[in-house]
């Protein structure tokens, strides 16, 4: 063998130098797995309830609980395997949870090779009977371009209602508005400038399925909304701007902002994004279950949520004496009805994304379409029909102790309604209470439909802007 060259002695020891940097250096680390958004918990229901987390990367998820901060006795479930499919999502339904008590839950991923820090969470499942509780309710979130200002703390009326420990947060619904661009700046009346944290894809309408995750993501990123969310549990609905400003089936936008005009093609791929970032009892179909359930909050209070966007007909004038113009839709309807009727808690009450007594116009005109159930005159005509069948059913049928809750309309309103005053038939008198706004602009008050005899007794309508 030659006798190897000075060339070759030097590349030699270059290489040998440079294997031997290669082991003393670290080696390259993946950070590790991180659950960006908190954890959400909802759908409390008797023992069971729905615990939600998003992964920064394709994993299983897992939750342990107990009734103990310590965690002395977890019980663990395993859950899905998160993938792009559901945007990193997933669920888990827990079972067998003891009543009365504070859940501790704390949710961690893993994909084999690495674990996330565990995530912790609480709620409270449904007391015994006659014990004194409290559980709060709004809605429209991010609404009239008014996004997160980090000069004014974000979100901070959700740090407001954590700070009244609610058992449960009913969110009426609106929970995005899909339809309005969040900007970076709004000047306002008095000059002063209003500074949104956005994107290029919050500056526009969302139209894909990932514009509708984006939008439910950016509420997530506020530390107020997340904090809420980690300590109490959470009812969702939907309602209009989660698509489309008083969308409904079948509808043809008349909106230039829009590539894709179809209203049910944009509401299934929100009601996709409404599922995927939301903790909702889920069936065997995912976003195909049904919005509409019942929840058992121990024997004083079962909550009935409805569905006032999916089976309505469309927005006309609301004025027709034949059958045909529905909200419920019939189906649940009856479903509403018999699931009331079958009821023996204390109160019961309906989550309605909809006022019942208000006038809610589509648009300008002497006699514009109409959004909500009434029209402005009695007798029952167009989808008041359905909900004269509604009240009237539940009046033969017994049924008392009935309260409606909504939001919607961006003002606070207490209504009484009742058949004297009306022009609906029998039926039983009931409270309609209105929350509103979370965070998006104020407007207000409605007027009164008369046809099923409301009479306000509460009205406040917030008169600054911004939120």
């Known amino acids: 063998m030659p006798n190897p060259s000075r060339r070759d002695l030097l590349r030699g020891s270059a290489a040998a130098a440079a294997l031997a940097a290669c082991r003393r250096s670290p080696q390259v680390q993946v950070p590790r797995i991180a659950v960006p958004r908190g954890v959400q918990a909802g759908d409390v229901d008797g023992d069971t309830a729905v615990v939600w987390a998003q992964s920064d990367r394709p994993a299983r998820m897992r939750v342990e609980w107990d009734t103990s901060e310590r965690f002395a006795r977890p019980r663990r479930v395993d859950g899905p395997a998160v993938d792009a499919a559901g945007d990193l999502t997933g669920t888990i339904a827990l079972a067998g949870l003891p009543a009365g008590q504070t859940i501790v839950y704390r949710v961690v991923f893993e994909d084999g090779r690495d674990r996330s820090a565990p995530v912790v969470g609480r709620f409270v499942t449904p007391p015994a009977?006659?014990?004194?509780?409290?559980?709060?309710?709004?809605?429209?979130?991010?609404?009239?371009?008014?996004?997160?200002?980090?000069?004014?703390?974000?979100?901070?009326?959700?740090?407001?209602?954590?700070?009244?420990?609610?058992?449960?947060?009913?969110?009426?619904?609106?929970?995005?508005?899909?339809?309005?661009?969040?900007?970076?700046?709004?000047?306002?009346?008095?000059?002063?400038?209003?500074?949104?944290?956005?994107?290029?894809?919050?500056?526009?309408?969302?139209?894909?399925?990932?514009?509708?995750?984006?939008?439910?993501?950016?509420?997530?990123?506020?530390?107020?909304?997340?904090?809420?969310?980690?300590?109490?549990?959470?009812?969702?609905?939907?309602?209009?701007?989660?698509?489309?400003?008083?969308?409904?089936?079948?509808?043809?936008?008349?909106?230039?902002?829009?590539?894709?005009?179809?209203?049910?093609?944009?509401?299934?791929?929100?009601?996709?994004?409404?599922?995927?970032?939301?903790?909702?009892?889920?069936?065997?179909?995912?976003?195909?279950?049904?919005?509409?359930?019942?929840?058992?909050?121990?024997?004083?209070?079962?909550?009935?949520?409805?569905?006032?966007?999916?089976?309505?007909?469309?927005?006309?004038?609301?004025?027709?004496?034949?059958?045909?113009?529905?909200?419920?839709?019939?189906?649940?309807?009856?479903?509403?009805?018999?699931?009331?009727?079958?009821?023996?808690?204390?109160?019961?009450?309906?989550?309605?994304?909809?006022?019942?007594?208000?006038?809610?116009?589509?648009?300008?005109?002497?006699?514009?379409?109409?959004?909500?159930?009434?029209?402005?005159?009695?007798?029952?005509?167009?989808?008041?029909?359905?909900?004269?069948?509604?009240?009237?059913?539940?009046?033969?049928?017994?049924?008392?102790?009935?309260?409606?809750?909504?939001?919607d309309v961006h003002y606070a309103a207490a209504h009484h309604f009742d058949p004297a005053r009306g022009q609906a038939g029998d039926f039983t008198p009931f409270w309609e209470f209105i929350a509103g706004p979370l965070h998006a602009g104020t407007f207000g008050p409605n007027p009164l439909d008369p046809t099923f005899g409301p009479e306000a007794r509460f009205v406040w309508v917030p008169t600054l802007e911004p939120p």
């Not at 300590?231 to 409904?248: L, P, S």
């Open 129 to 407: 009977a006659g014990t004194t509780w409290r559980f709060a309710w709004s809605g429209d979130t991010c609404g009239q371009g008014w996004g997160r200002n980090p000069e004014l703390g974000g979100l901070r009326i959700f740090e407001a209602i954590r700070a009244a420990a609610p058992r449960f947060f009913l969110n009426s619904g609106d929970l995005i508005y899909g339809d309005n661009p969040i900007l970076p700046a709004v000047t306002l009346p008095d000059g002063r400038i209003w500074r949104n944290t956005t994107d290029e894809i919050l500056a526009r309408v969302a139209e894909s399925l990932a514009d509708f995750r984006h939008r439910f993501a950016y509420n997530l990123d506020d530390d107020h909304l997340r904090a809420l969310y980690a300590e109490c549990a959470q009812v969702v609905q939907w309602d209009d701007h989660e698509t489309h400003n008083n969308w409904y089936p079948d509808q043809t936008l008349a909106d230039d902002r829009y590539r894709e005009r179809d209203a049910s093609t944009l509401a299934a791929r929100a009601r996709q994004a409404f599922f995927d970032y939301t903790p909702i009892r889920r069936g065997p179909a995912g976003a195909g279950s049904p919005i509409q359930r019942v929840l058992r909050y121990g024997p004083d209070v079962e909550l009935f949520v409805l569905d006032l966007r999916s089976f309505r007909t469309a927005n006309d004038a609301n004025d027709r004496d034949a059958d045909g113009a529905v909200m419920l839709g019939g189906a649940q309807a009856r479903w509403l009805v018999d699931a009331l009727a079958g009821s023996r808690a204390t109160w019961k009450i309906v989550a309605s994304d909809q006022p019942l007594g208000v006038i809610i116009p589509d648009g300008d005109g002497a006699q514009p379409p109409q959004e909500g159930w009434g029209q402005g005159a009695g007798p029952p005509r167009g989808r008041e029909r359905e909900l004269a069948w509604v009240l009237g059913e539940l009046h033969r049928r017994g049924v008392a102790d009935v309260v409606w809750l909504t939001a």
